[in-house]
């Protein structure tokens, strides 16, 4: 999925949930969702898992030091809502985050296993596994999961991104042991065939090719993708290469289900009308009982140093609007030093989310060379994160002019400084956004999932408001010094195909 295009995050991990998401589209992909019925609630749910860091902290943003009793609500001060978690004996975390207003709860599980956890030349089998887990057990047919939810009023879907894949259902309280055992089944129980697994791998060839191949941006996405990870797997689109998807096996896919669905590979996460204590006998009866399995460590190849950076200029006949992206290579919020990742947030708001950042305010405001101009954080990989820039030029304007003016803002943001306001307006957008996302049990839900199957802690992840209330001038500047300076980093042309 790719909403329009990051995965990426995929993210998203910390930064800012509804404005990254408005400012950016088309970027990379990280998460790509089972398309089922229409749903107005799971829109909202498919545009929140775009990004790896989006995803992450979107419910977490932080008040400036002026809106303290805001921001006490935001971090998590408020124990009304104040995460639980425990551990089932079988080594699967369980995450409660209470939300009394409504008798209805969101139902979680998180594997910790991914696209970039794929053999070599398996590129698509997590997520043609997790089409694969709707097609039912010896207890329950296939597509019959689906229906079940919805004749009890529920809802439930799936998705998959580089470093997780996860499921969910939200229903009544009432109805809360059923998914429970539902999706408790099928973590050891799925039963698949030829007859069942190649007609649906068609099914994710057409979705390859409705989204990918008929899309020019996508395209442009997956190529510079490629580009930006020379080593890493992350280079790998998560829907696959084509002719890769073709060779997936009804062998392949139980192979890598045995291998890694797993309750102690696996992260309960519930939000709702419920508490630690009411959850946790239910939580014992239906994945308590499962058997651990051994679960091979994740180990993935690194980047090695980059020393030039690379381009990609691709034209097509599709294409009506030209448009530029930028994507430099940055540390995630797993594996940043202190404090850096927070900067990185900051300096994305900075440089280009809204209509008062740098490039949006210089390129259409004040120059009226674009039409639309940002700049966004994914900090919520494992391994790695992105920062990326994109503009879209005035059709009188070309690429070429719209890259130099661009380079133009950076080269002076680097000499000039950031000021104080423009690091305090960041941090209150920060909880602008955060008094949204608060009030979504689900988003709650994405961002304990999304963050702790990367590599956080439930500490990291609460406390992240006072991390970015921390974030000074001179670590934004230090941040915009370190990535923008960064070799590692891919330039996309996108334009029409000339006339011949």
């Not at 943001?413 to 979504?440: H, M, T």
């Amino acid at each position: 999925m790719f909403y329009d295009r990051c995965f990426f995050v995929t993210s998203s991990g910390f930064a800012v949930l509804v404005r990254a998401m408005e400012h950016f589209r088309a970027k990379w992909t990280p998460v790509r969702v089972k398309k089922m019925r229409p749903n107005k609630n799971l829109e909202r749910f498919r545009n929140s898992v775009k990004f790896g860091n989006a995803l992450i902290l979107g419910a977490f943003m932080t008040l400036a030091s002026d809106v303290s009793a805001q921001s006490d609500q935001a971090s998590g001060n408020d124990e009304s809502w104040a995460p639980e978690t425990f551990m089932l004996d079988n080594g699967m975390q369980v995450v409660v985050l209470p939300d009394h207003r409504a008798p209805v709860v969101t139902h979680m599980v998180w594997y910790r296993v991914g696209a970039a956890d794929e053999p070599p030349g398996k590129s698509g089998l997590a997520h043609f596994l997790e089409h694969l887990m709707f097609k039912g057990t010896e207890r329950v047919p296939p597509g019959e999961l689906s229906k079940i939810v919805a004749r009890n009023g529920g809802q439930d879907n799936a998705f998959t991104s580089l470093d997780y894949t996860g499921y969910f259902q939200r229903v009544a309280l009432d109805r809360l042991p059923l998914v429970m055992e539902l999706e408790s089944d099928r973590m050891t129980n799925l039963v698949l065939s030829d007859h069942i697994v190649n007609p649906e791998r068609d099914v994710v060839l057409e979705e390859r090719s409705s989204r990918t191949d008929n899309n020019p941006e996508s395209l442009l996405a997956e190529q510079m993708n490629a580009a930006l990870f020379m080593s890493h797997p992350y280079r790998i689109p998560i829907i696959g290469w084509e002719h890769e998807i073709r060779s997936l096996t009804t062998q392949d896919a139980l192979a890598f289900y045995r291998r890694h669905y797993a309750p102690n590979n696996a992260i309960l996460v519930v939000a709702g009308d419920i508490t630690a204590v009411q959850l946790k006998p239910l939580a014992e009866k239906y994945y308590g009982t499962i058997p651990a399995a051994e679960v091979e460590p994740r180990i993935r190849p690194k980047e090695p140093p980059a020393v030039a950076p690379r381009r990609i200029d691709y034209s097509d006949s599709r294409v009506r609007q030209a448009s530029l992206r930028r994507t430099y290579l940055a540390p995630s919020y797993s594996t940043a030093e202190e404090g850096e990742a927070e900067a990185l947030d900051v300096l994305a708001q900075v440089l280009g989310v809204g209509p008062t950042s740098r490039l949006y305010r210089l390129l259409v405001v004040e120059s009226a060379l674009a039409v639309s101009a940002g700049a966004y954080y994914s900090g919520g990989g494992l391994d790695y994160g992105r920062f990326g820039i994109y503009a879209t030029p005035r059709a009188d304007i070309t690429l070429e002019q719209l890259e130099q003016a661009i380079d133009g803002v950076l080269a002076a943001l680097l000499a000039d400084g950031i000021d104080e306001k423009e690091v305090n307006l960041a941090k209150s957008n920060f909880i602008a956004d955060a008094v949204y996302a608060r009030d979504s049990q689900q988003r709650l839900a994405q961002s304990y999932g999304a963050g702790l199957t990367t590599g956080l802690t439930v500490k990291d992840i609460t406390e992240f408001p006072d991390r970015i209330g921390r974030v000074t001038v001179q670590a934004v500047e230090r941040a915009a010094q370190e990535i923008l300076n960064n070799p590692a980093q891919v330039t996309g042309f996108l334009r029409p195909e000339p006339a011949s």
